[in-house]
């Protein structure tokens, strides 16, 4: 009877653990309610450095290409430069719709020919082999010398800044981290750019210096360099 009892209390503890507390139980997050723009990222910083161009004047195309060079900073391990970019696009003006496929080619002496030298029927999962040349960046000017409105270095000004200031690693980049998606062995030069989650017992490094500097804040000195060359 009395686990019965403790089963009963608990349970309101359990359907109502959201942070949404009006609406139906599988609904788990707050409504978002926008009337002049708006912006989804799995980033809290890349959602920032949209709003930022939106509010500044820019068009949802620059908010996208900001959000997206912000990603490849803070969330290295599942975006980047290094990686291609699809979009579609709506012009309201010309009432067309667009398709961009920014997916980069395969290196030109990688032939049919060259994988059947090598014994293979299919292209391996890792190793050189499968990289191809990256797609996002030239992706990037495109869209924007069709649709940006606003300049491209305050596009991307956010994205410098935090490359070159450094930022704080929240938890899902450090689980990665520590679970070998990215391995920091075999990455070396990667090193000083991350800090792992905050420790059981605090931060024994400053919370207010680079990670390179005896601090916790992530830094990306070299994407900073390639960035703003591209400008």
Same mark, same amino acid.
């Given at each position: 009877?009395?686990?019965?009892?403790?089963?009963?209390?608990?349970?309101?503890?359990? @359907?109502?653990?959201?942070?949404?507390?009006?609406?139906?139980?599988?609904?788990?997050?707050?409504?978002?309610?926008?009337?002049?723009?708006?912006?989804?990222?799995?980033? !809290?910083?890349?959602?920032?450095?949209?709003?930022?161009?939106?509010?500044?004047?820019?068009?949802?195309?620059?908010?996208?290409?900001?959000?997206?060079?912000?990603?490849?900073?803070?969330?290295?391990? @599942?975006?980047?430069?290094?990686?291609?970019?699809?979009?579609?696009?709506?012009?309201?003006?010309?009432?067309?719709?667009?398709?961009?496929?920014?997916?980069?080619?395969?290196?030109?002496?990688?032939?049919?020919?060259?994988?059947?030298?090598?014994?293979?029927?299919?292209?391996?999962?890792?190793?050189?082999?499968?990289?191809?040349? !990256?797609?996002?960046?030239?992706?990037?000017?495109?869209?924007?010398?069709?649709?940006?409105?606003?300049?491209?270095?305050?596009?991307?000004?956010?994205?410098?800044?935090?490359?070159?200031?450094?930022?704080?690693?929240?938890?899902?980049?450090?689980?990665?981290?520590?679970?070998?998606?990215?391995?920091?062995?075999?990455?070396? !030069?990667?090193? !000083?750019?991350?800090?792992?989650?905050?420790?059981?017992?605090?931060?024994?490094?400053?919370?207010?210096?680079?990670?390179?500097?005896?601090?916790?804040?992530?830094?990306?000195?070299?994407?900073?360099?390639?960035?703003?060359?591209?400008?």
């Amino acid at each position: 009877m009395k686990k019965c009892i403790l089963f009963y209390l608990l349970m309101p503890m359990v @359907v109502f653990g959201q942070d949404r507390p009006y609406g139906k139980l599988w609904a788990t997050r707050s409504q978002v309610i926008a009337q002049h723009g708006m912006a989804a990222t799995s980033h !809290p910083l890349s959602t920032q450095a949209a709003l930022d161009v939106l509010k500044a004047g820019g068009n949802a195309i620059d908010a996208a290409i900001a959000a997206n060079a912000m990603e490849g900073v803070v969330e290295p391990h @599942v975006n980047g430069i290094g990686g291609d970019l699809y979009a579609i696009v709506w012009d309201a003006k010309t009432k067309k719709l667009y398709g961009l496929n920014g997916s980069g080619r395969s290196p030109k002496s990688l032939t049919l020919a060259e994988f059947k030298k090598r014994g293979l029927t299919h292209i391996p999962s890792t190793g050189p082999l499968p990289v191809s040349v !990256p797609g996002a960046v030239d992706a990037w000017f495109e869209l924007h010398k069709k649709f940006g409105s606003m300049p491209m270095n305050k596009v991307l000004e956010k994205a410098v800044s935090y490359a070159r200031n450094g930022f704080p690693v929240h938890g899902e980049l450090a689980s990665a981290l520590a679970e070998g998606k990215t391995s920091l062995s075999k990455l070396k !030069p990667l090193k !000083p750019w991350f800090a792992l989650a905050p420790p059981v017992h605090g931060f024994k490094r400053s919370t207010k210096k680079l990670y390179g500097q005896k601090g916790i804040l992530g830094a990306n000195k070299e994407l900073d360099t390639i960035v703003r060359r591209m400008i």
